[in-house]
């Protein structure tokens, strides 16, 4: 079959490379000029089910009350504009702030993201992958004691569905990570995930394309995808400012794009943008972490990829603009520096930003669409590195009508009960 995958993000990338692996004649089309330089290009690094609770919960409201119109916020709502669709998405978010919905999705978010976890695994053991990978761990740490006994009511339900997270304490965290212990007197505890792992999405992103490419999948860069082209209820390929590409199969791999390709073909994907920054900077010594590190409090994560450390953060829903707010990075790199103060030089800094495809229920979106052929791996949100390999597995088996290795009820589209 002839399949053409638009978008060589971390998402199609990885998709390309299942179904050519699969024996399908794949064509991957993007705008850039290489894999992986939007969203995947400079993200947080973590491979991490245990972020598996989703941003909508019952906790989330006070939070967001709180913070609103805040520029320091680590999550920013610019609801200031008429944009029906980000409205949408809001309810939507609403109606999964519940407790019941946050136990259903955080299930639904760690099937796919512990799946996922061990096809990278097996990828690792069957492919040359480099891509500055460490397998330690992540550890969550808190400050503030109420913080952490949440943190730990939800480790408990993660445990329950399969995730070992491991209560730490305050002198364990510091035993664990080092660098930490500028902070450690100010720690209230810390959760260990040992499988958890964490590398350069960038790095494996172009990895994958090159496996891929290996097998014979075709990748044509600097082609902007244009339209849809249907027949009746079936898709037949896409329209590209390079001219018309027919296939028997497409998947929309476009992350934060996907809705705007979607909807002139009658597909309404409740996906919205949300911007976050990282900054990359040298780091060297003991003062360096090599452990994982999420700060729950901040919202930020830290990774460290090879002689580099990572450290990324927040959340801005403010539509599709992806200017760099140097207030925004700013707080990231002062985030960064108050947890390490000795990790590397913060006043010389790569900030960079991207776009989350985020869903308001914060589950990807993985399977068939009412458009015969129209397949969908999109939607992947903070998630994306975490749950690329198991999504691009899942997909191919879908498609080519096998029992797929993992339950996807609830993973598609028809979770939204949208007329598909
Ligand atoms: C600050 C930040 C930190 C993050 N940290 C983590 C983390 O630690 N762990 C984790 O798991 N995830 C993390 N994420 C999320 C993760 O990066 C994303 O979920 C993931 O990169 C999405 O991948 P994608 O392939 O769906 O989208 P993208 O990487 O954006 O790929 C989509 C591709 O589609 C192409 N495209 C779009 N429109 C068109 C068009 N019309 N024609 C042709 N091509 C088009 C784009 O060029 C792009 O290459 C983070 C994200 C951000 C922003």
Known sequence: MKVLVLGAGIIGATTAYHLAEAGHQVVVLDRQSGPGLETSFANGGQISPCHA?????????????????????????????????????????????????????????????????????????????DYDQ???????????????????????????????????????????EPALSAVGPE???????????????????????????????????GTTVTHLLTDGERVTGAATDQGDIKADSVVLALGSWSPLLSRPAGIRLPIVPAKGYSI????????????????????????????????????????YDPSLNERRWRLIASHARALFPGAGDFDHVEPWAGLRPVTPDSVPLIGPTRLRG??????????????????????????????????????????FRIPL
């Not at 003062?287 to 090879?306: C, F, N, Q, W």
Request: net charge positive; glycine share 10%.
């Open 187 to 221: 720690l209230a505890g810390g959760i260990l995930t040992p499988g958890d792992e964490s590398g350069d999405a960038h790095k494996f992103t172009r990895a994958m394309a090159d496996h891929a490419a290996r097998r014979g999948a075709q990748f044509r860069y």
């Open 53 to 129: 609770e989703p941003w909508a919960n019952p906790g989330v409201l006070p939070k967001v009350l709180k913070w609103l119109g805040r520029e320091d916020a680590p999550l920013l709502f610019r609801w200031n504009r008429f944009d029906p669709a980000l409205w949408a998405w809001g309810l939507r978010f609403l109606s999964n702030c519940t407790r019941d919905r946050a136990v259903l999705n955080t299930e639904r978010t760690l099937r796919i993201a512990l799946y996922s976890r061990d096809c990278l695994r097996d990828l690792r053991q069957r492919l040359t992958l």
């Open 374 to 415: 129209l397949w969908l791996n999109t939607g992947h949100g903070t998630l994306g590195w975490t749950m690329a390999c198991g999504s691009a597995r899942l997909l191919s088996q879908l498609m080519d009508g096998k029992s797929p290795d993992i339950d996807p009820a609830g993973l598609g589209i028809g979770r």
């Open 134 to 176: 460490r397998t330690q761990g992540i550890l969550h740490v808190y400050r503030s004691a109420r913080e952490f006994d949440q943190g730990c009511r939800a480790a408990e339900l993660m445990n329950r569905f399969g995730l070992d997270r491991q209560i730490q304490d305050r002198s364990q965290c510091v035993a664990l």
């Open 280 to 319: 990359t900077l040298a780091a060297d010594g003991p003062a360096a972490p090599t452990l994982s590190i999420t700060d729950d409090e901040h919202k930020m994560v830290y990774s460290r990829l090879g002689d580099r450390l990572r450290a990324a953060g927040t959340a801005e829903m403010a539509g």
